[in-house]
Nanobody
Framework: VQLQACGGGLVQAGGFLRLSCVAS????????MGWFRQAPGKEREFVAG???????????DPVKGRFTISRDNGRVAKNTLYLQMNSLKSEDTAVYYC?????????????????WGQGTQVTVSS
């Protein structure tokens, strides 16, 4: 399984971005997926997770109400995970990683994830 994240960039505070993560391989549609981020000098932190079907999701408190995770299991866009990020703040600046979980449910901690993408940089200027 390979995960390829894209969509990062430089945006002003208050702006928006949509991250995408395309998964190749058989695992995507049967597994929970998630987004994590890591800012300079900080540990990687959970941002959002979604279950295998896309029906259940969990968003970390700092992003709740601003970010939305979703997925397309091949209906329109092939095996793609999304993170819609609105009302961006300078503290959202980080490298964002998509990941595939070991199980089918929503996973919120890093050790529950077995596959990681390469990361995409998001920079929010104030």
């Amino acid at each position: 399984v390979q995960l390829q994240a894209c969509g990062g960039g430089l945006v002003q505070a208050g702006g928006f971005l949509r991250l995408s993560c395309v998964a190749s391989g058989r695992i995507f549609s049967n597994n929970g997926m998630g987004w994590f981020r890591q800012a300079p000098g900080k540990e990687r932190e959970f941002v959002a997770g979604v279950d295998w079907s896309g029906s259940n999701a969990n968003h970390a408190d700092p992003v709740k109400g601003r970010f939305t995770i979703s997925r397309d299991n091949g209906r329109v866009a092939k095996n793609t995970l999304y993170l819609q990020m609105n009302s961006l703040k300078s503290e959202d600046t980080a490298v964002y990683y998509c990941a595939a979980a070991r199980g089918a449910r929503v996973a919120t901690i890093a050790r529950e994830y077995t596959r990681w993408g390469q990361g995409t940089q998001v920079t929010v200027s104030s």
